[in-house]
């Protein structure tokens, strides 16, 4: 394979290249990788990803990703950054057991719940603009520094540590029936 043998790489960036699989990609091939940027490819198996359990930054924006595709996410324990924008994520289990976390980003998603983040106390940067989110009550989050919330659908203002600074407040979408309409 032309991924095999690069046993010192550290970082690997392949975004938006059009990469469908990830054979290659294994702890064996690369077993110090620790930054694996695939962003903006159209991968339909992202299972390999779960073996990288060294990796602290993974970017997945605009994959194409839904709930089922981040089942393998619970093993990377070690991860610190965590970019998931663009995505059509609804909901957050696979993200509750990834405690290391300082960098969240959720941006145009299909969340419609936050709760599921309140073990992440380390995350300091957490964003969830375009979503479809009514309330975020996250005080657990002490370490909190930066939250960007616009164009949800917030009826109240986020319940965070006050050392957070919130920027998105307004606007925010209007609920339809009750219901945060999707983007």
Do not use: H
């Not at 990609?25 to 990288?52: S, V």
């Not at 998105?168 to 999707?182: H, S, Y």
């Amino acid at each position: 394979s032309l991924l095999a043998g690069f046993t010192k790489l550290q970082t690997l960036s392949v975004q938006g290249n059009q990469i469908s699989k990830l054979d290659a990609l294994t702890p064996q091939n690369f077993p110090n990788l620790i930054r694996l940027k695939m962003g903006n490819n159209p991968l339909t198996d992202y299972r390999n990803i779960g073996l990288m359990t060294n990796l602290i930054m993974l970017i997945l924006e605009n994959a194409q990703l839904d709930d089922a595709d981040i089942s393998w996410l619970p093993a990377l324990t070690s991860l610190q950054y965590l970019d998931l924008r663009q995505n059509q994520l609804t909901q957050l289990q696979a993200l509750t057991g990834l405690t290391r976390l300082s960098v969240l980003l959720l941006d145009d998603n299909d969340l419609t719940d936050t709760a599921l983040l309140s073990p992440l106390t380390q995350l300091a940067n957490l964003w969830l603009t375009n979503n479809r989110l009514t309330t975020i009550a996250l005080p657990s989050l002490t370490a909190l520094q930066d939250l960007r919330v616009g164009n949800n659908c917030l009826t109240s203002a986020p319940i965070v540590p006050a050392t957070a600074v919130v920027t998105g407040i307004t606007p925010q979408r209007a609920l339809l029936n009750g219901v945060c309409p999707a983007l």
